[in-house]
Antibody, heavy 120, light 110 residues
Framework: QVQLVQSGAEVKKPGASVKVSCKAS????????INWVRQATGQGLEWMGWMNPNSGNTGYAQKFQGRVTMTRNTSISTAYMELSSLRSEDTAVYYC?????????????WGQGTLVTVSS | QSEVTQAPSASGTPGQRVTISCSGS????????VFWYQQLPGTAPKLLIYRNTQRPSGVPDRFSGSKSGTSASLAISGLRSEDEADYHCAAWDDSLSGPVFGGGTKLTVL
């Protein structure tokens, strides 16, 4: 069965960077885009960007351009999202989500989420 | 600030039919597919409705989606206590070149 398993919770200081991983199993990793979506406590969902694991091509939401980097390691079927220059407003649960074939923004499977807390 | 809006809350009693609405614009819902995600308390979202009206395998037919113009709706019939969750709509936005989510609607089963 398709699974996306994310790395554990992180606590970071303002100005630092965080790197969250998302390990895929149960399907061919390079055949489906990986998206990242975040959710602040009590708030809605916010799309951050996508990555094609086959080519490494990426597309980022304008809000995060210059601060976010999405990469992958195909040998271990793992995608990564790194967010830099963290501020308190970045405190949120970060999800990876698989894009379905033909519609990268149709998120058919989600990781369990990774809580990132930014606090001095 | 979301380009797509949802009422923050909705409620119904067991067995009732409830509708959750999602309002957008010509750059998102007006010309692109709408998706609905169900988020049970403390869990990750789950795809509930895709491409306006389609249900993934395993989603009960009590859930249905529709779209008209720049608005979309999710209907839940025969409401059950386990339907208590947050429901998020989403659509691609041509102006933003990315998907945009509504703020989510918290459904309470009374």
């Amino acid at each position: 069965q398709v699974q996306l398993v994310q790395s554990g919770a992180e606590v970071k200081k303002p100005g630092a960077s965080v790197k969250v991983s998302c390990k895929a199993s149960g399907y061919t990793f390079t055949s489906y885009d990986i998206n990242w979506v975040r959710q602040a406590t009590g708030q809605g969902l916010e799309w951050m960007g996508w990555m094609n694991p086959n080519s490494g091509n990426t597309g980022y939401a304008q809000k995060f351009q210059g601060r976010v980097t999405m990469t992958r390691n195909t040998s271990i079927s793992t995608a990564y999202m790194e967010l830099s220059s963290l501020r308190s407003e970045d405190t949120a649960v970060y999800y990876c989500a698989r894009g379905s074939p033909g519609y990268s923004y149709e998120f058919d499977y989600w990781g369990q989420g990774t809580l990132v807390t930014v606090s001095s | 600030q979301s380009e797509v809006t949802q009422a923050p809350s909705a409620s119904g009693t067991p067995g009732q039919r409830v509708t959750i609405s999602c309002s957008g614009s010509s750059s998102n819902i007006g010309k692109n597919y709408v998706f609905w995600y169900q988020q049970l308390p403390g869990t990750a979202p789950k795809l509930l409705i895709y491409r306006n009206t389609q249900r993934p395998s395993g989603v009960p037919d009590r859930f249905s989606g529709s779209k008209s113009g720049t608005s979309a709706s999710l209907a839940i019939s025969g409401l059950r206590s386990e339907d208590e969750a947050d429901y998020h709509c989403a659509a691609w936005d041509d102006s933003l070149s990315g998907p945009v989510f509504g703020g989510g609607t918290k459904l309470t089963v009374l």
